[in-house]
C-alpha cells in the first residue's frame, strides 16, 4: 500500500511539474486566442454597420519573468487586422524598475505598430499605472504618440460621420483602484442617441452605468484568474478580491448590470503575481457591431 502511494504521490508532482512548465513557457509565451463576435449596436447607423473594434489590455510591463513578447504579437495581430478602432484597457505597467522613462518608452516601443497602422486609437489607464506612479507620465506620452487616453471622458471617432449624434464614439472611465470612477462625467460629452463603445479596467464599475449607456462595455484587469482548471474553482489573484468573480471573462450573465448594457471581459495578455497562464491564454477580441437595436449577442 506504501509503494502504491508512493507512486501515486509521483505521478500526481510529475503532473503538477508539467502544468506549470506549461503555465509559465508554454501558453503564455506561445499561445494568444483570437476573440472575434458580432454585436448588434443600439443606435448604430447602417452607414457604420461592420465597423470592427479591437480591444487588448494588461500588458504588464515589468511584471518579473514577463511576458513582453506576447503583449507585442497581441498588437502587431491588430495592426495586420486593421480595425476601425484599436482599445487599450490599461495596465500598461507592472514596475517601474529601471525607471518610469524607460518604461514608458517600452509602451510606446510596443504600440508602434497601431501608430503605424493609422489606426484611431483610445485608452484607460489600470490600478497598477496609479499604483506605480506612472499614470501622468504615461498619459503624456501616449497622447504624444496619437493616443487618445480618457480619464472619465468621451471621445467621437473621427470618420465615423459629422453629426455628433450619428457618429461613434468612445467611452473611458477611471480605474475603480484607485477610486477615480465618474460615470457622468465620462458620460457627459455623449449625445443621448449616440452609438458607443464604453471602455474601462476594472470591470466592477460596469454596473454603475445607467440604463441603455453602455450597450457594449469592454474591460480587462482579471487576466481570466490566470489559472482555471477545469471543473475548479478559478484561483489567482482574483481570491483576494471576491467582488471580481462575478465577471471574470468573456460575456457578463444576462441581468448583470443595467437594462440594455453589456459587458466583455478580455483576458490581456500579461501577469499580476506569479508568471503563470493556465486555460486563460493572453487574448486580442474583436468586434464587428452591426445595426440594431440589442446589446450582446
Known amino acids: 500500500m506504501t509503494r502504491v502511494l508512493g507512486r501515486v504521490a509521483l505521478a500526481l508532482g510529475v503532473v503538477v511539474v508539467l502544468l506549470l512548465a506549461y503555465g509559465t513557457l508554454v501558453e503564455p509565451r506561445f499561445v494568444l486566442d483570437r476573440e472575434r463576435a458580432e454585436v448588434t449596436l443600439p443606435r448604430l447607423g447602417p452607414d457604420l454597420d461592420g465597423t470592427e473594434v479591437a480591444v487588448v489590455s494588461d500588458f504588464q510591463l515589468g511584471m518579473w519573468f514577463g511576458n ?73 506620452a501616449l497622447e504624444g504618440a496619437g493616443v487618445t487616453v480618457l480619464r472619465n471622458e468621451a471621445a467621437r471617432v473621427p470618420g465615423t460621420g459629422e453629426d455628433a449624434g450619428r457618429a461613434l464614439w468612445v467611452v473611458g472611465v477611471g480605474p475603480d483602484l484607485p477610486d477615480l470612477v465618474d460615470v457622468d462625467a465620462a458620460l457627459a460629452d455623449v449625445p443621448d442617441d449616440a452609438p458607443r463603445v464604453v471602455l474601462m479596467h476594472n470591470p466592477t464599475v460596469f454596473d454603475r452605468f445607467p440604463a441603455g449607456t453602455a450597450p457594449l462595455t469592454l474591460a480587462g484587469h482579471t487576466h481570466c484568474g490566470q489559472v482555471a482548471l477545469p471543473g475548479t474553482p478559478r484561483w489567482g489573484y482574483l481570491a483576494l478580491t471576491t467582488e471580481e468573480r462575478i465577471v471574470a471573462e468573456g460575456w457578463a450573465p444576462e441581468g448583470y448590470g443595467a437594462p440594455g448594457n453589456a459587458l466583455f471581459v478580455t483576458c490581456g495578455t500579461g501577469f499580476s503575481l506569479a508568471p503563470v497562464r493556465i486555460n486563460a491564454p493572453p487574448q486580442v477580441a474583436t468586434f464587428v457591431l452591426r445595426a440594431g437595436e440589442e446589446g450582446a449577442p
Do not use: C, K, W
Not at 88 to 93: A, I, N, S, W, Y
Not at 98 to 123: E, F, K, M, S
Open 68 to 140: 513582453p513578447g506576447m503583449s507585442a504579437r497581441a498588437v502587431e495581430a491588430i495592426a495586420e487586422e486593421q480595425p476601425d478602432v484599436a482599445l487599450l484597457g490599461g495596465d500598461f505597467l507592472y514596475s517601474t524598475d529601471p525607471g518610469i522613462a524607460p518604461r514608458v518608452d517600452a509602451v510606446l516601443d510596443l504600440l508602434a505598430p497601431l501608430r503605424d497602422a493609422g489606426i484611431p486609437t483610445y485608452a484607460v489607464l489600470g490600478n497598477h499605472d496609479h499604483a506605480i506612479g506612472a499614470a501622468d507620465e504615461l498619459t503624456r
